[in-house]
């Protein structure tokens, strides 16, 4: 088996993903270690100026597949067209972002390659000649260190903050087409139009101080408690994607991987359990206090201070205790 390691970046109008520039510097890490070539996988259409990009990275290659036909992504075009692409040259490690766009389609290629599959991968070694890699379990309570088995290619997602696209290293590389049959890659759905989420009105990287809302505040009529606490502290409000999911607060209040990275002086985050996605756009925070009502929750793993119980019991408390302090 060939040590060939393929990075598939994802791009959008040209414009290469954060996330997939961190998949790149794994990538030449894994090369180092494993002894192989990194190369990067670009897919789209109109990708010159995106590939002459990342053709200034110290990589072995850039393979572009450039066609009108993928233009948009459909899972069922970029399946077909990875499947083909990863057939024919057999690299051993393909790399991905663990990006939305990547969860939507990787199941399925695994499934159509009959090859291994390691998701929401946060960092790897090689141990007796065999790569091992860690992921979160049990909703980032435990990491288990995985291998895989078997001879066909390993497909690995990359979570997110996990590598730094800061230290990618830099050369040059060729620019290669795959020159598939893109007219036999069919697509299964279609696209009707591309929207842009709206944008964000509160800049939550520039807060000082940040009261961060999770599920574990059970119903957004108890809002108002996390919004006395921000009051109190001159803080913004943020929260985890489910509080947003749900509608309790607007998308640009969201933090985490999908949402804004921040570090603030002081970070408290209430009734959220610290999972990855969340802790890497917050773990960067001075200093951090959690609340949360279970001892073993992950969140207490990067907080400075943590507070044991009921939100509903405590935030108020707190949030007294600082008026009394500060005489109102
Ligand atoms: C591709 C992708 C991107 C993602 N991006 C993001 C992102 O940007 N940001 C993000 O936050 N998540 C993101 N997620 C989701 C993430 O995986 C978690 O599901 C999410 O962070 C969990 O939010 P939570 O901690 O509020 O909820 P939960 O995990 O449900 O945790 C709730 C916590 O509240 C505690 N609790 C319950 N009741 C109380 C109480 N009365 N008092 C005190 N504590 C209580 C519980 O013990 C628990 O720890 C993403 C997921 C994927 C797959």
Known sequence: MSKKIWIVLQQRDGKIHKMAWEAVRAGQILAAEVGGTAEAVLLGSGL???????????????????????????????????????????????????????????GRLAQSLDAALVPEVVAFETV???????????????????????????????????YS??????????????????????????????EEAAGGEVD??????????????????KMPIMQDLADALGAELGASRPVIDSGWLPRDRQIGS?????????????????????????????????INKDASAPIFNVADYGIVGDLHEVVPAVT????EASGD
Not at 66 to 85: I, Q, W
Not at 142 to 159: D, E, I, T, Y
Not at 168 to 192: F, H, T, W
Not at 269 to 290: C, D, F, N, Y
């Open 48 to 106: 010159e100026e995106a590939a002459s990009e990342v053709g200034q990275c110290s990589l072995a290659a850039v393979h572009v597949a450039d066609d009108a036909n993928l233009a948009e992504y459909t899972p069922g075009r970029f399946v077909r067209t990875l499947e083909a692409a990863i057939n024919a040259a057999q690299p051993a490690y393909v790399l991905f972002p663990h990006t939305y766009q990547t969860v939507d389609f990787l």
């Open 128 to 162: 007796d000649g065999s790569v091992e890699w860690q992921r979160p379990i049990l909703g980032g309570k435990m990491f288990a260190k995985v291998r895989a088995k078997g001879s066909g290619p390993v497909l690995v997602s990359l979570q997110s903050g996990a």
């Open 165 to 194: 696209a800061d230290e990618v290293e830099k050369g040059s590389a060729p620019i290669e087409s795959l020159n598939l049959d893109y007219a036999d890659m069919a697509a299964d759905r279609e696209i009707l139009g591309v």
């Open 204 to 221: 939550l990287s520039q807060a000082p101080v940040i009261v961060s809302v999770g599920r574990g505040l059970g119903d957004e009529e």
């Open 258 to 290: 999908s949402g804004q990275t921040v570090t603030p002086k002081l970070y408290v985050a209430a009734g959220i359990s610290g999972a990855i996605q969340h802790l890497v756009g917050m773990k960067g925070s001075q200093v951090i206090v959690a």
């Open 320 to 323: 007294a205790a600082l008026k």
